[in-house]
């Protein structure tokens, strides 16, 4: 079993649509993070989120603590979004979900 | 500025021949992890230090080891790389543990290839 579990696994939309990708998690955490992946590139982190709600221009990423959930969404998609999708939980390591690969379509 | 560096981006390697990577920070974290990550995979923990003290994840091969001579680097040896140790190796730093609920700042990643 998984500790991290992400939805979907492949999305594609077409440029200026609202994506949404879920993850959900076993653990108990202190934080969660969002780290996006470019094709053959390094990771870089999005948010690292404890509660509530953070934005960072178009992107926002939420939490439920009690309900162990975390989504991050992607207002006006653009082509240049298009990445890997990681959601990442602290426990005695970093658990990792095995990332939702978006492909925006212009 | 680059606060995570990992060189070189792309690594070339011979069956067996003894390979090194190499990281190095600039946030003077305590805490640096070594990762490998395969080709549509989730990065898989290899080991960390927490300042000097070395924790080896339990299914990590021999073959792997790493060094870390001062707060900012910290090394990747592979000693006898297998066509199976082809992968991306991620460097990521963070002021403390995982469990204490800082952010992991990652680098750019090698690419070893192994011919």
């Known amino acids: 079993k998984n500790e991290v579990e992400q939805s979907p696994q492949n999305l594609t939309a077409q440029e200026g649509e609202f994506i949404t990708i879920n993850c959900s998690y076993s653990?108990?955490?202190?934080?969660l993070h969002w780290l996006q992946q470019h094709p053959g590139g390094g990771i870089v982190s999005l948010f690292m989120l404890s509660s509530g709600k953070k934005k960072h221009g178009r992107l926002i990423a939420t939490i439920n603590i009690q309900e162990k959930h975390s989504s991050l969404h992607i207002t006006a998609s653009h082509p240049r979004d298009s990445a890997v999708y990681i959601c990442a939980v602290p426990g005695n390591q970093f658990y990792f979900g095995t990332g939702t690969s978006l492909t925006v379509i212009p | 500025d680059a606060m995570v560096i990992q060189n070189p981006r792309y690594q070339v390697t011979q069956f067996g021949k003894p390979v090194t990577l190499s990281c190095s920070q600039t946030l003077n974290h305590n805490v640096m992890y070594w990762y490998q990550q395969k080709s549509s995979q989730a990065p898989k923990l290899l080991f960390h230090?927490?300042?000097?003290?070395?924790?080896n994840e339990a299914d990590t091969p021999d073959n792997f080891q790493s060094r870390r001579p001062n707060t900012s680097f910290c090394f990747l040896d592979i000693r006898s790389p297998g066509l199976g140790d082809a992968a991306m190796y991620l460097c990521?730093?963070?002021?403390?543990?995982?469990?204490?609920?800082?952010?992991?700042?990652f680098g750019p990643g090698t690419r070893l290839t192994v011919t």
């Open positions: 653990v108990g955490i202190s934080a």
């Open positions: 230090y927490y300042d000097k003290d070395f924790n």
């Open positions: 990521a730093t963070s002021r403390a543990g995982p469990g204490q609920g800082y952010e992991q700042y």
